[in-house]
């Protein structure tokens, strides 16, 4: 029954694909809609029920389709495994996958390919669930490279536009540079322990197998970190996600906030028996974590465009995350996770929901006292943003303040460089609400008079991940934590290390609190006391020039890759290509002249080919003679 559940499970939102592939356009957006937005709420309802199982039980499921690579020593069987990390996964990915299938239903209705769009959505949905609960790697490379594929579709989803088209390349591009370390990852991980299945690296690895391999297991650590790089938009790896605010809102939030950019995060935690081998790794994760979540930062500050403020915010907390993971503190970086596809999503469906109402404007400068306007997308918003700010109690404060005191207790500078980074995103994001919800409307009269908040089936998931932003960190409480007891399983280790509380974890988690509400102070000093909204005649300058173009590392990334490969490529094409293709034809052109010249022999004289016939004779006589 297990095995036919999960494949229910997986199969739903693929069903729901081709639906949409095959009849959508025929069917209808409402019922297009409908099938799309149930298909993947069949997959979270058969999620449920393996949740509430595993809860009782304490037993993964392992489920083993078939045998897909048999080799000597080397077997890879097709199966999936379902233990309480994938539950944890599917349970946000297929259940906030199916609010916002929901708001996708308003909010893409007037949109011509509208079925397309449900079929992106359903196949990605698909994708990840085969990520997460892929039973070894390469069934979950299968997922990995699916998901980006899809990335890419819905990016460029409205492809007219060429600036979308180059953001759906660049997004593509980037996450197949680090799909190579993945592959070379996997590769060294099956020369070291001729398997891949995860359940048995577990008992190998624990079992003291090849650990002497330290340079071999650091190398397969930090290919598998690229990889993780690449997926989750970390430094180098980071500029394709802002870019890929090109696509629907709703991508954003699926995509982009709640499901594809956690997968390295799922990835790294899968195999954190392996990385636990690999200290030095870690460092570097724990490194490019803090940096990159305070560069996002810097960056958010003065960014304009709405959904431009929310990528880099992303950017920032996966960092944090990553920061957690390169300190061994997995238990916490997949808390970070749960809280963050709460409070994300609720902000990418809140700004969709504005740029909804406004009618595709995404500038902060032309929106403003919108609140009056639109009450619910305002009270969840602000929910959301209190929660990414670390503000108690909403649920990112438990998730933030618990990294931040690992980092205080294992690296100081990184806890600095951290601390830092968070007091920054409440600065952005209470800018962010400022300039749109607050003071005087700023946009066009036309764009005044058609105010509204956004319809029912855009609000409800407003509501729900609102409400999911302020209680959700009730699953991890310091001293009463069910997910470090649900995790043990996963994490044994940990389990009863974690929410350890005396007076210096409250006052760590106290100066945390001031910083965000001196970060929130100094934005409503500056936007509502002073109402600095930034002019879009101001010329920018100094430091905001430099973080308001991203440190020019687009530009920098341009120049050292981008146009030595396009000239090369130009050398090759008119110069190489040219030499090549007449050589080519010139062998064609020499073969044709031969066989011109050679068909005027043919020309039905008995006489010459009865002399062409005797020439012949001749000739093997005399060959024949001479070998004698």
């Not at 239903?105 to 698909?126: G, Q, T, V």
């Amino acid at each position: 029954m297990d095995t036919s559940l999960a494949l229910v499970l997986v199969a739903a939102p693929f069903l729901g694909f081709l639906f949409n592939v095959f009849l959508g356009k025929k069917a209808g957006k409402s019922i297009v809609g409908i099938v799309g937005t149930l298909s993947v709420a069949v997959s979270f309802a058969m999620t449920l029920y393996f949740f509430m199982q595993i809860n009782q039980t304490k037993q993964a499921i392992v489920i083993n389709l078939f045998d897909w690579i048999s080799l000597q020593d080397f077997k890879i069987n097709f199966g999936f495994l379902l233990d309480q990390l994938s539950l944890l996964w599917l349970l946000f990915v297929t259940g906030i996958g199916t609010l916002i299938h929901l708001y996708s239903i308003s909010y893409m209705h007037d949109d011509e390919n509208m079925h397309k769009f449900f079929a992106y959505l359903n196949l990605f949905i698909f994708f990840m669930i085969t990520l997460v609960m892929g039973s070894n790697l390469l069934v979950m490379f299968i997922g990995w490279e699916g998901v980006g594929l899809c990335s890419y579709l819905l990016i460029g989803f409205w492809y007219k536009n060429q600036d979308f088209n180059d953001a759906a390349k660049k997004a593509f591009i980037m996450n197949r540079i680090g799909d190579l370390g993945f592959l070379v990852g996997i590769f060294i991980v099956g020369f070291l322990f001729s398997t891949l299945d995860f359940v048995e690296l577990k008992e190998l690895i624990l079992g003291g197998t090849n650990n002497g391999n330290t340079y071999w297991i650091a190398a397969a650590a930090l290919a598998l970190f690229i990889g993780a790089s690449g997926k989750s938009a970390q430094i180098p790896l980071y500029t394709w996600l802002p870019d890929a605010m090109a696509g629907p809102t709703p991508v954003s939030a699926l995509i982009h906030a709640a499901t594809m950019v956690t997968a390295g995060i799922f990835m790294i935690t899968r195999l954190n028996y392996l990385f636990d081998l690999a200290p030095q790794i870690q460092n570097i994760i724990a490194i490019v974590g803090a940096i990159t979540a305070l560069v996002a930062a810097t960056i958010g500050l003065v960014q304009t465009d709405i959904k431009k403020v929310l990528a880099y915010s992303t950017v920032s907390q996966l960092g944090l995350m990553f920061l957690a993971l390169g300190l061994g503190a997995y238990e916490i970086a997949v808390f970070h996770v749960i809280t963050h596809a709460f409070f994300k999503a609720c902000l990418f469906l809140g700004s969709g929901s504005v740029i909804h109402a406004l009618g595709g404007e995404q500038d902060m400068r032309k929106m403003g006292g919108l609140r009056k306007a639109m009450p619910i997308t305002f009270a969840t918003m602000m929910i959301a943003t209190l929660a990414i700010s670390g503000i108690f109690p909403f649920a990112g404060f438990w998730s933030k303040d618990e990294i931040l005191m690992v980092a205080f207790y294992n690296n100081l500078p990184l806890w600095i460089i951290a601390s830092v980074a968070s007091i920054m995103t409440a600065f952005y994001m209470f800018r962010l609400m400022y300039l749109t919800f607050f003071k005087e409307f700023r946009g066009t009269e036309e764009q005044k008079h058609h105010l509204h908040e956004s319809p029912g089936l855009i609000t409800f998931p407003l509501i729900v991940l609102g409400i999911l932003s302020l209680i959700g960190g009730l699953i991890s409480l310091p001293g009463n934590s069910w997910l470090s007891h649900y995790l043990a399983p996963v994490f044994p280790e940990v389990a009863h290390e974690a929410h350890v509380f005396g007076t210096r974890e409250y006052i760590l988690m106290g100066v945390a609190l001031i910083g965000a509400i001196i970060g929130i102070g100094i934005a409503y000093a500056k936007y509502i006391k002073q109402n600095q909204v930034p002019s879009e005649d101001a010329e920018i300058t100094g430091v905001s020039k430099v973080l308001y173009n991203k440190y020019y590392v687009d530009e920098a990334y341009d120049s050292i890759f981008v146009k030595p490969v396009n000239a090369l490529s130009s050398f090759f094409r008119d110069y190489i290509e040219t030499a090549l293709s007449a050589l080519v034809f010139g062998l064609g052109k020499v073969t044709d002249a031969i066989g011109t010249q050679g068909k005027t022999l043919q020309n039905g004289n008995i006489g010459l080919y009865l002399f062409a016939f005797v020439l012949g004779v001749c000739a093997i006589l005399t060959s024949l003679f001479l070998a004698q």
